[in-house]
């Protein structure tokens, strides 16, 4: 089965094109710039270079959030279009479990981490054993002191995934202490092929696939923003 992978849950673009369970090809993206414009000029120059035309795929797997509002708003989009007009299946895969799923370990506590600002994080924890990737505390949007506490409950180490996990190593570390494992440059994004595993026993309608922001609802941001000016305010 000929497949395409689209991942932009951060300003990371990765995109992958497998046929069966032969990767074909892999391009990642680290750069900030508008995913709006770079994802299907990606696509075709991928397709290209792998010999593939858009009516020989016969799947669409793309990362649905949580993370970046807009890019994940772009990936569902684009791969919801590609699906209905190919007519072809879409598989919708959690963004966090695809990059827990790109690091490479076993028998482990994994937890990826995108930035959602304020001092919260995008976070999940997963277990990789066996090839597997089985979660073991669902997505959520999460203050890092709050999940650090969560996390202690684990008794075992846990491996912190994602490039912007370092924006919150030093209070991850400073509350879980040997118990925090850091990547590093080892797991900064979403590997490809890590995606088009994830996403081959998935299998949807592309009208029922949405994205999921894991947003805090308006009124929560208003408050915390209201309470930080506040502490500010007597510091």
């Known amino acids: 089965m000929k497949t395409l992978a689209i ?4 300003y990371t673009l990765s995109i992958g094109l497998a046929d069966g369970d032969v990767i ?3 391009q990642v993206t680290n750069v900030k710039k508008n995913h709006s414009i770079r994802v299907m000029p990606a696509i075709q120059t991928l397709m290209n ?3 593939i035309k858009p009516e020989d795929l016969e799947k669409i797997i793309v990362t649905n959030g949580p993370g970046s509002y807009t890019g994940v708003r772009i990936g569902v989009t684009i791969a919801k279009t590609l699906a209905w007009t190919l007519n072809i299946p879409l598989a919708a895969v959690s963004g966090l479990a695809s990059l827990a799923a790109s690091a490479p370990v076993a028998d482990k506590l994994v937890c990826p981490v995108f930035d959602a600002r304020r ?8 277990r990789l054993s066996n090839g597997a990737v089985q979660p073991v505390l669902e997505d959520r949007n999460v203050s890092v002191a709050e999940w650090c506490t969560e996390l202690l409950l684990q008794k075992e180490p846990v491996l912190f995934v994602g490039q912007e996990s370092k924006i919150h190593e ?3 570390a400073e509350q879980m202490g040997e118990q925090a494992v850091f990547a590093g440059r080892a797991v900064p994004y979403t590997r490809p092929a890590a995606l088009l595993a994830l996403g081959a026993a998935v299998e949807s309608n592309p009208t029922e696939v949405v994205p999921n922001y894991a947003r805090l609802a308006e009124a929560e941001a ?3 923003e209201a309470n930080e000016k506040k502490a500010a305010g007597r510091e």
Do not use: C, N, Q
């Open 170 to 172: 030093k209070i991850i």
């Open 7 to 10: 991942d932009t849950s951060t």
């Open 222 to 224: 208003k408050w915390i």
């Open 24 to 26: 074909l090809a892999e």
């Open 49 to 51: 270079e792998a010999d």
């Open 119 to 126: 001092g919260r994080i995008f976070t999940g924890l997963y």
